[in-house]
């Protein structure tokens, strides 16, 4: 008989205390060995790590899955996002009511729902009986058949493994450029390709990476951001989960060019078997010293660590993740400065999206001409879609930027159900608002997208068909936000609850013209005034829900005015 | 003059169409404010790290698609900034319109706190309480606080966080910090506790620096019902030797509150527990208004100064006399002003002969 001895709270600290960002990993510590974090074991923290007890109390109520109650940790989360809402989440969610079960929001499975968090494990189902644990799916082949980038061998057998990366060139280009000695050829190679950050800002690689390389301070950070929180978006789970080596070698190749000598991957909460995917490939890499200390035997010291978040949407803003990861409280950073001079301990850092550091390796590989060519009408490159909803066929589609989005919907992923219509597409997620009507004529990429006063953003699409209420569904897109939000700044705090309470019809004006105002006004200060992408974003939910279904919005408001008056 | 080689060079930049000069450091709302340009701010103390969450403070700036917050935006050379244009001016008061639909009431007693009018001056200022935006109220107050100090009176709470920094930077206590997340932060104490069971020191710069009484002074609170103007005098602090600046607060010749001052030159706004809440002892009853000595009967008889120094003279000399200067031991109060604990030295020192002497306030 085997007795797992329990670590001790001195074991847990001393395992953590000496590694960069030591917060996080420490508390999933203690929540997983007792099932909750009891104030004893935030003494325990706040003392080894000199946290003030007040500001660690603080941090842990900010993230939605640390538990505070006994026996938190194991209670389940189901997902019931805005996909999984209408899959079945809710159902769901009732039938588990009585083991505690809580809603978590979107947890990246809309091509496949419902998952439901339990303690480390990650299951999917609908009943409480099907609950079965599987791997997320592989993106299925490219239904266009046209070249792609970062899902060009992610279908290949065993690609998650080193030996299967291998097998086609895996860590060729950072052997060679480690060999080469020459960061600055990377740079241009990144810089010529035209790559901009797939995460949804969009800002471009190449002039981060050189911002970088160029600033002083050391030592210098490459910070991988997995918290793929936006709903409807679920791409990077699939990268990481099947083709893990090819985002590593991506940092590791960022931090050759930039002079980084740390690095770091914050993965969302929800990915627990991905978490497990990444630590075994940064291990099997360390292994092979293609991470580590002398990677190669060359003199290129690179060092990655994995942390994982605890559920909080805003930790995908760079300056939450920033703060998350220092131990700090995970509110945005005032910009500027900006990560690339003042990032992880305030030293040059650079944060990149899992699928810009996937195709980072492409491009290196197999150049910035390549990469380029890939895309349509003039646009460089490719974007992954995470496509779900009211669709025949969701899952990750890699598109080169510029495909109409027609072309994705109908031809790739067979159009909405018999006999139903497509009544709204999200864009970026939840993050641009609808687009409908004429407007879904768009080609995906940022030029034609934002004519329309969106955005494509991290590349998350949701298909809404004619059986649903568009105020429901603008309703619960805007509580997203409202729950998320983090209390930094006024407008975002404030006009998310109060454009929340008027989509639900529980507060605000009964007469259509001044519930426009004051839901326009709100709208355009939280765009204008907002400290980060969230507040200035979320308005757009309602000004598209305006702009597409007016008399969605005047029947809303006219109910809300009956049911003010006690009329039936 | 000559200028010094390792001063900071100057340079210039376009305010409300004017050129002016700043120094390289300086952000735009410092810039702004050292032009008298009067631009709102509810989550900005200038002895705190700009915050940057109010957001009221934004200001347009040429070639940036949005208005940047001018507290946490540094002065570049050459920049172009509008200060209050049609559109900025909008959103400062439609967020006004939005802090102050979050909140159970606007007009506060001034006796609540230094910085307790700032809300409703705000509102006022553009004309903003036009009662839009209604909905959810935020922040639940602690009722069952009952410190004698500090009243937690949350609901008026609009989550700009200065009690937090002020505790954390200007006091190193790190007492208090915020709960949850979005409309529903909340400041707490650790695990949600009494003040008096967390690491306040009931210091009350947290109260001073609330933009909107929703911390306030209870000590002086118990003044709120008495009519009659309040009037400011500028004074010292009498305990300790640092010499904080304070502002005693007076309703006719009733002592109602004390009010550090922000530009008292040894404390620049900041004071201690004993400061700021410690000053029953003014008013108190049982206070000796009169020299008191021991009659034959051995009880305490009221009597006049020279009796009583006489009296007391005589027993310092029998104790010296008898038993030698080094008998005599003096400690000076710490509620005594520092005039009359050099007194007491140099009565100590010169009078007595001995350096016996101490203040209770040295621990």
Redesign the interface.
């Known amino acids: 008989m085997t007795v797992t001895a329990i670590p001790t709270n001195h074991q847990l600290i001393e395992q953590c205390r000496t590694e960069p960002a030591p917060l996080l990993p420490l508390l999933h510590a203690f929540h997983e060995r007792d099932g909750h974090l009891s104030e004893e074991a935030l003494r325990e923290i706040a003392g080894a790590l000199k946290i003030p007890i007040a500001e660690l109390f603080g941090d842990v109520t900010f993230y939605h899955h640390f538990a505070r109650e006994p026996q938190g940790y194991g209670v389940p989360r189901v997902c019931t996002g805005p996909v999984c809402a209408h899959r079945g989440g809710l159902e769901l969610l009732e039938a588990l009511r009585e083991t505690g079960a809580r809603p978590m929001p979107c947890a990246g499975r809309c091509d496949e729902p419902v998952p439901v968090l339990r303690g480390g494990e990650l299951l999917v189902g609908t009943a409480p009986r099907s609950l079965v644990t599987k791997p997320s799916p592989i993106p299925a082949p490219n239904p266009g058949g046209i070249e792609e980038c970062v899902f060009a061998h992610i279908r290949e057998p065993g690609r998650a493994t080193l030996q299967g990366y291998r097998r086609t060139g895996g860590y060729e280009a950072l052997e060679r450029v480690v060999r080469s000695g020459a960061p600055a050829d990377v740079l241009a190679a990144i810089a010529d390709s035209k790559l901009a950050g797939r995460g949804g800002a969009g800002f471009p690689t190449g002039t981060k990476w050189t911002a970088v390389a160029d600033a002083p301070g050391t030592p210098k950070s490459i910070v991988c951001n997995a918290d793929e929180g936006e709903p409807g978006c679920f791409k990077d789970r699939a990268l990481l989960d099947h083709d893990p080596h090819a985002v590593i070698e991506g940092m590791a190749l960022a931090a050759y060019a930039t002079g980084a000598t740390r690095g770091f991957i914050y993965l969302r909460y929800e990915y627990p078997d991905t978490f497990g995917i990444l630590a075994q490939a940064i291990a099997d890499a360390e292994a092979a010293a293609l991470l580590g200390d002398n990677v190669l035997g060359t003199d290129f010291t690179f060092r990655l660590y994995l942390r994982r978040g605890a559920g909080a949407y805003i930790c995908g803003e760079e300056g939450s993740l920033l703060n998350s990861l220092e131990g700090k409280h995970p509110f945005p950073r005032n910009r500027p400065p900006f990560p690339v001079t003042h990032g992880y301990e305030n030293l040059p850092t650079v944060v990149n999206n899992v699928e810009t550091l996937a195709a980072a390796t492409a491009i290196v590989r197999r150049g910035a001409e390549w990469y380029r060519g890939l895309g349509m009408n003039g646009q460089a490159g490719t974007k992954v879609i995470s496509l779900s909803g009211d669709i025949r066929r969701p899952g990750n589609y890699e598109v080169p930027l510029g495909l109409p989005l027609e072309t994705l919907l109908h031809q790739w992923a067979g159009g909405p159900e018999v006999g139903r219509a497509i009544q709204a597409v999200t864009m970026a997620g939840l993050s641009g608002g609808f687009l409908a009507g004429k407007d879904l004529d768009v080609t995906l990429d940022e030029p034609s997208i934002r004519s329309k006063g969106s955005f494509l953003g991290a590349g998350g699409i949701m298909v809404f068909d004619d059986r649903h209420d568009m105020i429901a569904v603008a309703r619960d897109a805007m509580a997203f936000f409202a729950h998320e939000s983090c209390g930094k700044c006024f407008p975002c705090r404030i006009g998310t609850q109060r454009i929340t309470e008027r989509l639900a019809g529980e507060a605000g004006p009964t007469d259509l013209s001044a519930w426009i105002d004051e839901v326009a006004d709100l709208g355009q200060t939280m765009k204008a005034m907002s400290a980060c992408g969230l507040g200035l974003a979320a308005p757009l939910i309602t000004e598209s829900l305006l702009k597409y279904f007016p008399k969605d919005v005047a029947r809303h408001v006219e109910r809300t005015g009956h049911d003010a008056r006690g009329d039936r | 003059m000559i200028a010094n080689p390792t001063d900071a060079k100057s340079e210039s930049l376009t305010l409300d169409g004017k050129e002016v000069s700043f120094t390289p450091g300086e952000t735009i709302y410092e810039v702004a404010t050292r032009h008298r340009k009067r631009i709102p701010t509810?989550c900005y103390d200038e002895r705190l790290e700009?915050?940057?969450?109010?957001?009221?403070c934004?200001v347009e700036v040429e070639g940036s698609r949005?208005?940047v917050?001018s507290c946490?935006?540094?002065a570049t050379p050459g920049m172009q900034i509008r200060t209050s244009t049609a559109?900025v001016e909008k959103?400062r008061r439609?967020?006004l319109e939005?802090?102050a639909?979050?909140n159970r009431e606007i007009d506060v007693d001034p006796l609540r706190g230094y910085a307790s009018q700032e809300l409703s001056t705000l509102l006022d200022r553009y004309d903003a309480r036009t009662g839009?935006?209604?909905?959810?109220q935020?922040g639940s107050s602690r009722p069952d606080d009952d410190n004698p100090f500090i009243l937690r009176d949350y609901d008026l709470c609009?989550?700009c966080y200065r009690c937090v920094r002020v505790c954390?930077e200007q006091e190193g206590d790190?007492?208090?910090?915020?709960?949850?997340?979005?409309?529903?932060?909340q400041i707490?104490?650790?695990?949600e506790g009494l003040l008096k069971h967390?690491?306040c020191t009931f210091c009350g710069q947290c109260v001073q620096t609330c933009p909107t009484g929703a911390l306030a002074d209870r000590k002086a609170m118990r003044f709120a019902h008495l009519s009659g103007e309040t009037k400011q005098t500028r004074t010292i602090c009498p305990y300790c030797g640092v010499g904080c600046s304070v502002d005693i607060l007076t309703k006719d010749s009733t002592m109602v509150g004390v009010l550090p001052a922000m530009d008292g030159p040894a404390n620049l706004g900041a004071l201690c527990v004993k400061g700021q809440f410690a000053w029953d002892f003014v008013q108190h009853p049982d206070r000796l208004a009169t020299p008191l000595v021991r009659g034959a009967d051995g009880e305490l008889q009221p009597t006049d100064w020279d009796t009583a120094l006489d009296r007391a003279a005589e027993g310092f000399r029998k104790v010296v006399d008898e038993h030698g200067r080094h008998s005599v031991y003096a400690v000076a109060s710490g509620r005594a002003p520092n005039e009359a604990g050099y007194l007491m030295q140099k009565f100590v020192r010169a009078g007595l002969g001995t350096n016996n002497v101490d203040n209770c306030s040295r621990a």
């Open positions: 509810l700009p915050f940057g969450g109010c957001r009221l934004a949005l208005p917050a946490t935006t540094k559109s959103h439609t967020l939005m802090v639909s979050e839009r935006f209604a909905g959810a935020s609009i989550s954390a790190h007492a208090i910090s915020v709960m949850s997340r979005g409309f529903h932060t707490t104490t650790e695990f967390s690491a």
